[in-house]
Every structure is written in C-alpha cells, then in structure tokens.
T-cell receptor, first 111, second 113 residues
Framework: ELKVEQNPLFLSMQEGKNYTIYCNYS?????LYWYRQDPGKSLESLFV???NGAVKQEGRLMASLDTKARLSTLHITAAVHDLSATYFC???????????WGAGTKLIIKP | SQTIHQWPATLVQPVGSPLSLECTVE??????LYWYRQAAGRGLQLLFY??????ISSEVPQNLSASRPQDRQFILSSKKLLLSDSGFYLC????????????FGNGTRLTVT
C-alpha cells in the first residue's frame, strides 16, 4: 500500500529565511505532484516531477525528486508572507487516476 | 483556456436531506473528472472518478453517488445526508496524459446540521 508522509505538518517561520518541506513515499512511483492551498480555498498545481533527479523552480519555490530515496523536497528561499499556505504532495499509483496525498504542511510566514 | 465551475460555494443542509453538487468543465474534451472530499485540516480523499460519460469509479463506499450525464458535467449526490458528510468537496479534472496535473474547482463547503 502506497503511503505518503509529509513533514513537518506545521511550520512557522520568519520572512527572509530558507526552509525545506519533505515528502516521503513508501513504494515505487514515477510521478509526484506539489499543490498549494490557501485558507478556505481550492488547490493550485505547483509542480509535476516525473523522473529521478527532476528539479523545478518557480519564484522562491524549488521542488526536487529522488526516486531512489522515495523523497521529494520543496525548498523555500527567502520566504515572503505571500507564500503562507498549506502545501500538499501527492504521488501517483499505477494509474493516472489515483493519487495518494500527504496530510499537508501548513506554512505560516511572519512578516 | 480551460475552466472548471463548481457550485454552490457553500451549503448548509439538515441530516437526512438530499444533496446535489454540480461541476462543469469548459475548454476541453473528454476530461477525467474527480470528486474529492477534504475534512477540516486534513488531506484529500478521492470519492469518485470518471473517464467518460456514464463511467463512474467509486473509491470509498458511502452514502454518496456520482453521475456524469454529459462529457463535461459531473454531479455528486446523496439521498440522505449524514453528519459525517460535512466537509469541503472539490471537483477536479485532468487530461489523458499520464503526467497531467489535477485542476480543481473552487470547492463547496458543506455543513450538515
């Protein structure tokens, strides 16, 4: 059974600092997704990671995938308040339809 | 460009009442469609998905059902709501490509009283 664990589940940090969110999964998968959810809102797709060593960057966010370690990281550089949100990783099962979701990391960035 | 519409945005319903949530997608053909539920402060639970008209796969046994009467329309229903049905319901779509990410609607916040 595929399980996805995120840590930390809650993170409070100051603006300007760097930090990393981790996403571990339990069995082989070749696709990993990162999403963002603002409070009370829907989810927005951030990154799709498809292969070992994949790295994608958008602004202050950078995501990477290590399929051998079954680990993805979401790195935040010089955090700003606007990045406050809950971040979810999701890993695909065999089909295109079933994603296994992490519990989410609630990130609060204080000005 | 593709857009997804979901309504209503909020709903308060008494226990035992029926439910109908609707989702439509524009700007694409033959999308995969999904209904997710998110309990407060939790992750997402896949309820149903559909790969075509009239094709529904259920992931979690419960008193909810889904239907896809048209290519870009997905409906979530219940005949009698339970208190445990409260939550944030999200419709989503993606394309047929294996790496296609999900695109979510704005969600429906359902409170069963």
């Amino acid at each position: 059974e595929l399980k996805v664990e995120q840590n930390p589940l809650f993170l409070s940090m100051q603006e300007g600092k760097n930090y990393t969110i981790y996403c571990n999964y339990s069995t082989t998968s070749d696709r990993l997704y990162w999403y963002r959810q603002d409070p009370g809102k829907s989810l927005e797709s951030l990154f799709v990671l498809l292969s070992n060593g994949a790295v994608k960057q958008e602004g202050r966010l950078m995501a990477s995938l290590d399929t051998k370690a079954r680990l993805s990281t979401l790195h935040i550089t010089a955090a700003v308040h606007d990045l406050s949100a809950t971040y979810f990783c999701a890993v695909s099962m065999d089909s295109n339809y079933q994603l296994i979701w992490g519990a989410g990391t609630k990130l609060i960035i204080k000005p | 460009s593709q857009t997804i519409h979901q309504w209503p945005a909020t709903l308060v319903q008494p226990v035992g009442s029926p439910l109908s949530l609707e989702c439509t997608v524009e700007g694409t053909s033959n999308p995969n469609l999904y209904w997710y539920r998110q309990a407060a402060g939790r992750g997402l639970q896949l309820l149903f998905y559909s790969v075509g008209i009239g094709q529904i796969s259920s992931e979690v046994p419960q008193n909810l059902s889904a239907s896809r009467p048209q290519d870009r329309q997905f409906i979530l229903s219940s005949k009698k709501l339970l208190l445990s049905d409260s939550g944030f319901y999200l419709c989503a779509w993606n394309g047929p490509a294996a790496n296609s990410p999900l695109h979510f609607g704005n969600g429906t916040r359902l409170t069963v009283t």
